[in-house]
């Protein structure tokens, strides 16, 4: 966060304020979906950590989908090894909507989106080249499998801001938060429990104020199809309980990494956690409707024992 924020203020302050340059790679070919790379800046500016956005243009009523789509779709896939000058590549994913096509509930965007991308560079005093090849899935009425290969050239000196810094500085504001200090939420945890059918993850968070629409979204590695949670708020809405339950037979591991993104309005806050599946406590004593069926049985044996 605090590189992001030492970015952004180079950005917006030491850079000069009129952008008046462009620096982006040619759109897809594709008529429901486009896609390109843009740059905030013209030049790395001496800088082994800049950004890029991935962009994308939807026609209206056509979706793409966030990292865990659901049974409906699959998320976009990035292969960058033909691209010089760059150690690492780290991807961001907005946070996503929930929707319904063909009959399947999933997650992630319509119309336009802007996935920011974060490169640390092998060497700032070299020029850059970013090739990306992107597979990616789009649907409205029928699913439409896309792909692009995109190229950016970024040179060596010092940067002034483009007509794309904007939309690249709002798409990485709208990012889910993830330092709990400064974000919308006093606490947070996820637990995973298992009985003989299903997994149960419960998301339990504070909210500093109030919740007022939460919506909350589940991040494994597992495919796990998009379902409606049950979700329950205390009577002053600062405490959220959520609770995701799946067929056992979709979790094929008992410890494995997850991530919850919360939202509410026009703030969101990513958490993850490792996390270990535990025995629910309902699968080791007898619920009271299992209590209440023998005590029935037992009284049926009595009074016929007592029966002439």
Partial sequence: MLRLIKYLFFIFVISPFT????????????????????SPITHNNGSDNIYVGLEYKLQEGWKT????????????????????????LEISWPTPEQFEILSFKSAGYTNHVIFPIQLTLEDFSQPTSVVLDVTYLTCKDICIPGSAHLELFIPVGKGFLTSHSYNIEKSL???PERNLQISFIQNIDIQAYADEKTVSFVVK?????????????????FGLPVIEPI?????????????????KK???????????????????FL?????????????????????????????????LNGMP
């Fill in 19 to 38: 952008s008046v340059w462009a620096l982006q790679s040619d759109w897809s070919n594709g008529t429901e979906s486009q896609v390109r790379l843009i």
């Fill in 65 to 88: 989908y966030w990292q865990s789509p659901g049974d409906g779709g699959f998320p976009q896939e990035i292969t960058w090894k033909n691209s010089t000058n760059i150690q690492s």
């Fill in 173 to 175: 504001s709208q990012l």
């Fill in 205 to 221: 968070a504070n909210a500093k104020e109030f919740f007022e629409n939460p919506k909350v979204f589940l991040h494994t590695g």
């Fill in 231 to 247: 979700i329950s708020l205390s009577a002053d809405a600062k405490d959220l309980e959520t609770t995701f339950n799946f067929n």
């Fill in 250 to 268: 979709l979790i094929n591991a008992k410890a494995f990494d997850a991530q919850v993104v919360i939202a509410d309005n026009n703030r969101s």
């Fill in 271 to 303: 958490f993850a956690a490792p996390l270990k599946v535990e025995t629910s406590s309902a699968s080791k004593y007898p619920g009271p409707s299992f209590i209440i069926i023998i005590m029935i049985a037992l009284l049926g044996g009595l009074i």
